[in-house]
């Protein structure tokens, strides 16, 4: 059995190296091992200097998550850390690739540290609805001081070495090879006395400041809060007193739903690519067609080119294939001057833009993102079926559509699939892979190896009428607008689904996509319209008023003198205007009754999407809705957050509701299942992964 940890002794220096792919995670085994070195270290009379360092791709890669939750075996950790700092000989890390959360306080318990260029230091653990546990949060603040650790471990961001230097993180930015460059720094710390970062000054100042800020930053989450309350402990003279504060306020969070809620999220963005029963072999792609220039063509053709691929962008005509051009030259800009794109990379990107048809001839994969029209989308598809080489795929960004009948307009239905990208593309990281039952299985295996180089979350879904997003989301509009109609407010409605943990409420997020989109959407499925369904009259009205949304400075909100959006009176009197006029007598709904309904909406919809397949799992539920629909994170997806919640719970509310709506709401088969069996939608994930 190879051991995860090795010890070597070269001319004096021990050398200490992680070897646990794929990342280096410090899971039981690897902290023995550690703890073992460092004592062997101590003892070892021709040992002058220790240098720990990662085999593989990185330093080391943090805490093993998947021991969250469960017993911890001993040497934890923090013991790690401190007798690596207890060590009576110097110690330094060599770090390289990266030193993320746990690794990156193993490196702090070392006595010096040097980094190599392009690392990655950060300590991010509130990502995981925790916070550093093993001295972070009291070894940083004595380093580079209290707010600027405060900054880093209550946002999570990480730094580069460079950076990390001049704050006193680390002591020196290495050059050439990582084992020279440790070598040569060893060298100088022979004979030399430790120096332990708990024996430095106790930091001075308050984060009251920075603590308002962060909880105004992140409504309802708990760790960036209490990550600052940990660190706040170091202002105190006993280190080890802060280290037990620290490791109290740890096991704290560990307890909490919101770290439940966000590691189940952080696997969920691990398993939503492995699709059951997909083991095909990708196409090449290198070229890449997009057919349509507006602002989501123009998002893709953006995304597709910061990702290395040459584009090819088709348009109607000159004209709009040069306002295409200067949306993407924009988009390029803006991803400069947010680093994402190489100066050099912008000047001469692979990109052209053309009017006919024939110049995607030698394209792998062609995009259409056309106006959301059957008929249009299939007079497309015919064209691009004429003039695409064999083996190219035809992908169409078809919000609603069915799939199975644009790919009918072409002679080569096994090579046409759905690629439903959110806006702006180059943004979202959310991209739907929609497979009709003709697609051929490596179509869809390049679909995944797009996404993955494009940097998104692709999600497998199957077709119908909105697929997996789009479908639910009608689902918990529609009850939002039936609370409307019955007494609630838009704006309650928006504050409470705020209060939830949802960046925007319902009717914001109506404005920011345009009150066109929706009534477009309400017009195209009206004609299968049954004569209990309620349609909302108040957001005809106010499309028929020219309240587009903030793109005409006006919808549900005013934004003539607040960009974020003001409430606006009219709005209430065309509401109660149109309830008047449908003959509704409003009455009252609080917060918790406006997200019980909005939720159970949400999840009854989304069984019934499981159920049929159109989602694999309940976590590609999740997937979408975190990454597409702004579904708190910390909350894990609205399928975690149901089983938290309690099936059997949902299921009350929604026969409660149905005793006063019968037609909107009916409890789905699966979800009445789980409740009556003590069953969870979390046993159906656990299932396909077995």
């Not at 040497?75 to 690596?84: F, G, K, M, R």
């Not at 909105?466 to 109609?485: K, P, Q």
């Not at 005013?558 to 509401?575: H, L, Q």
């Amino acid at each position: 059995m190879t051991m995860p940890v090795t010890y070597d002794l070269e001319d004096g220096i021990a050398w200490i190296t992680v070897a646990n792919p794929p990342v280096n995670a410090l899971g039981h085994a690897v902290r023995a091992g550690l703890d073992a070195a460092i004592a062997r270290f101590g003892a070892d009379g021709g040992a002058e200097v220790a240098v720990v360092m990662g085999g593989g791709r990185l330093f080391l890669g943090g805490a093993d998550i998947t021991e969250f939750g469960k017993p911890v075996q001993a040497p934890s950790l923090p013991d790690v850390v401190n007798a690596i700092e207890a060590s009576p000989k110097p110690v330094m890390a060599a770090i390289h690739g990266a030193a993320l959360g746990g690794g990156l306080e193993v490196a702090l318990g070392c006595h010096w540290r040097l980094a190599m260029p392009g690392t990655v230091l950060g300590l991010p653990e509130v990502a995981l609805g925790i916070l550093p546990g093993a001295g972070g949060t009291q070894r940083t603040p004595r380093l580079i001081g209290l707010e600027a650790a405060g900054e880093m471990i209550a946002s999570g961001k990480p730094v580069d070495p460079e950076a990390a230097c001049e704050m006193g993180l680390i002591d020196r930015v290495g050059e050439g090879d990582l084992r020279d460059a440790a070598r040569r720094f060893a060298d100088k710390l022979r004979g030399k006395p430790p120096r332990r970062t708990r024996d430095r000054p106790v930091p001075t100042g308050d984060l009251s400041d920075l603590r308002d800020r962060t909880a105004a930053r992140t409504v309802g989450q708990v760790a960036p809060v209490t990550a600052i309350d940990a660190i706040m402990a170091a202002t105190g003279a006993d280190f080890d007193a802060g280290l037990a504060e620290e490791r109290r306020l740890f096991l704290d969070l560990v307890e909490t739903p919101q770290r439940a809620g966000l590691i189940h999220a952080f696997f969920t963005d691990r398993a939503v690519s492995k699709v059951p029963g997909l083991d095909a072999t990708p196409r090449d792609i290198a070229r890449i067609g997009v057919i349509g220039g507006g602002t989501m063509g123009a998002g893709i053709a953006t995304s597709a080119l910061l990702a290395g691929l040459n584009v090819t962008l088709v348009e109607r005509d000159a004209d709009s294939a040069a306002r295409a051009a200067a949306t993407v030259g924009a988009n390029l800009d803006a991803a400069v001057t947010r680093g994402k794109l190489a100066p050099e990379a912008r000047a001469d990107p692979p990109f052209r833009t053309a009017t006919d048809y024939n110049a995607l001839s030698d394209t792998d994969l062609a995009i259409e993102a056309v106006f959301e029209d059957m008929a249009v989308k299939r007079e497309v598809f015919a064209a691009l079926d004429a003039v695409l080489r064999p083996g190219a795929i035809l992908a169409t960004n078809t919000s609603y559509l069915d799939v199975g009948e644009i790919a009918a307009a072409t002679g080569r239905p096994a090579d046409v699939i759905g690629l439903h990208f959110f806006s702006p593309a180059h943004v979202m990281k959310l991209l739907e892979i929609v497979v009709p039952d003709g697609t051929a299985h490596d179509v869809t295996a390049t679909a995944f190896a797009l996404a993955k180089r494009l940097g998104k979350i692709g999600v497998r879904a199957g077709v119908c009428d909105g697929f997996i997003g789009n479908r639910i989301l009608s689902a918990y509009r529609r009850a939002a607008d039936d609370m409307v109609l019955d007494g609630a407010h838009p704006y309650e409605v928006d504050r409470a689904i705020r209060g939830f943990g949802f960046p925007m409420g319902p009717y914001q997020v109506s404005d920011l996509a345009g009150l066109d989109i929706g009534f477009a959407t309400r017009e195209r499925k009206a004609p299968e319209a049954g004569p209990h369904d309620r349609r909302p009259v108040f957001a005809d009205r106010l499309h028929h008023a020219g309240r587009l949304g903030r793109k005409a400075g006006r919808g549900y909100y005013d934004y003539a003198e607040d960009r974020r959006g003001a409430e606006d009176p009219a709005v209430t009197e065309i509401v109660e205007a149109t309830r008047r006029d449908l003959g509704l007598t409003p009455r009252e709904f609080d917060a918790d009754e406006i997200v019980a309904r909005y939720m159970a909406a949400m999840v009854n919809e989304a069984a019934r999407v499981v159920e049929e397949g159109i989602a694999a799992r309940p976590l590609d539920v999740d997937a979408v809705l975190l990454h597409g629909y702004g579904f708190p994170r910390w909350r894990g997806g609205p399928m975690h957050w149901a089983d938290q919640h309690g099936l059997a719970r949902i299921v009350a509310d929604i026969e409660r509701f149905a005793e006063h709506d019968p037609h909107a709401w009916q409890v789905a088969p699966l979800l009445r299942r789980l409740a009556e069996s003590g069953g969870a939608f979390a046993d159906l994930n656990a299932k396909d992964a077995a």
